[in-house]
Nanobody, 127 residues
Framework: HVQLVESGGGSVQTGGSLRLSCAPS????????MAWFRQSPGKEPEAVAA???????AYTDSVKGRFTISKDNAENSLFLQMSNLKPEDTAMYYC??????????????????????RGQGTQVTVS
């Protein structure tokens, strides 16, 4: 049984930083595809970033240069370092995972359907 537990959300001012963490159980970040998604009220979920087991990363255009996805295989944890936060980054952020190795062309498309496991989310509010 896969469970994903996020933490690290909060309220920050524009330009501030936050670091989100995800602690999975039932899977290992070392051999899984991991991702962060976000959803604002009234909007569709949006993929933010992903990291594959070979450490290949992908980002949606709006966060490139500001967000960094990383993982600690020894700690079995996933992170999202968010810097220079903007009000439009306000959303519920979800950790997501897949046991599958997502091939490169598709990996960069950050398809929601590729990550069947989701956590409950952690709220990020930027004002």
């Amino acid at each position: 049984h896969v469970q994903l537990v996020e933490s690290g959300g909060g309220s920050v001012q524009t330009g501030g930083s936050l670091r989100l963490s995800c602690a999975p159980s039932g899977l290992s970040v070392s051999d899984s595809s991991m991702a962060w998604f976000r959803q604002s009220p009234g909007k569709e979920p949006e993929a933010v970033a992903a990291i594959r087991r070979d450490d290949l990363t992908a980002y949606t255009d709006s966060v490139k240069g500001r967000f960094t996805i990383s993982k600690d295989n020894a700690e079995n944890s996933l992170f999202l370092q968010m810097s220079n936060l903007k009000p439009e980054d306000t959303a519920m952020y979800y950790c997501a995972a897949s046991h599958s190795f997502i091939l490169t062309p598709r990996f960069y498309r950050l398809e929601s359907s590729d990550y069947p496991y989701r956590g409950q989310g952690t709220q990020v509010t930027v004002s």
